[in-house]
């Protein structure tokens, strides 16, 4: 398994404003994943994070909107920006490690915007 | 495009019985599945993987199966107890997908009752 810790771990945010989610990995990890849970909804990809490239982002997900950056191989940070009421999901960090395919996850973040 | 879909979404025994959760999905050309736990609030904890050469996986109480040809994985919990309550979710790789893109289902929330 892996240990992945996210900070924060919840927030209440404001209208208009913008908050960076850290993740910490205990090793080093080719790709970092950053997925979203809406409110009652299942888990989507945002976008994957290379060390020193740009993030992939997948369909309906902008970096302009959600930036990311990934400084080293055990560290990223997801920004969500100019945030909205839709905004407020659960933000979770996640690497592939020990065996082929298989994700680990963090604990998560949780954003609620008012 | 890969769906996923699980039944029940949600289901309550008592303590001592056997839970069986389902999921299928559309697309059979698949990479591995995978079943997570999520606690309320919380990351995901990866419980069994299964790669797409493989018919079953097993851990402890926790038992899955794979019919990749019928699109459809079974989770079998054996003699629940009230620490199983929590919502499971599982998650397919297709072999069309970016590495780490998991399509989740919408999961199964279950309540073991002492």
């Known amino acids: 398994s892996a240990v992945i810790s996210q900070k924060p771990s919840r927030d209440i945010c404001q209208r208009g404003t913008s908050l960076t989610i850290q993740c910490q990995v205990d090793s080093q990890v080719t790709m970092m994943f950053w997925y979203r849970q809406q409110p009652g909804q299942s888990l989507t990809l945002i976008a994957t994070a290379n060390q020193g490239s740009e993030a992939t982002y997948e369909s309906g997900f902008v970096i302009d909107k959600f930036p990311i950056s990934r400084p080293n191989l055990t560290f990223s940070t997801l920004t969500v920006s100019n945030m909205s009421p839709e905004d407020s999901s659960i933000y979770l960090c996640?690497?592939?490690?020990?065996?082929?395919?298989?994700?680990?996850f963090g604990e998560g973040s949780r954003l609620t915007v008012l | 495009k890969q769906e996923v879909t699980q039944i029940p979404a949600a289901l309550s025994v008592p303590e001592g019985e056997n839970l069986v959760l389902n999921c299928s999905f559309t697309d059979s050309a698949i990479y591995n599945l995978q079943w997570f736990r999520q606690d309320p609030g919380k990351g995901l904890t990866s419980l069994l993987l299964?790669?797409?050469?493989?018919r079953e996986q097993t851990s402890g109480r926790l038992n899955a199966s794979l019919d990749k040809s019928s699109g459809r994985s079974t989770l079998y919990i054996a003699a629940s107890q009230p620490g199983d309550s929590a919502t499971y979710l599982c998650?397919?790789?297709?072999?069309?997908?970016?590495?780490?893109?998991?399509?989740f289902g919408a999961g199964t929330q279950v309540v073991v009752t002492p």
């Open positions: 299964i790669q797409s050469s493989q």
């Open positions: 998650a397919v790789r297709s072999t069309t997908d970016s590495w780490g893109k998991l399509q």
């Open positions: 996640s690497v592939e490690r020990d065996r082929p395919g298989e994700l680990f």
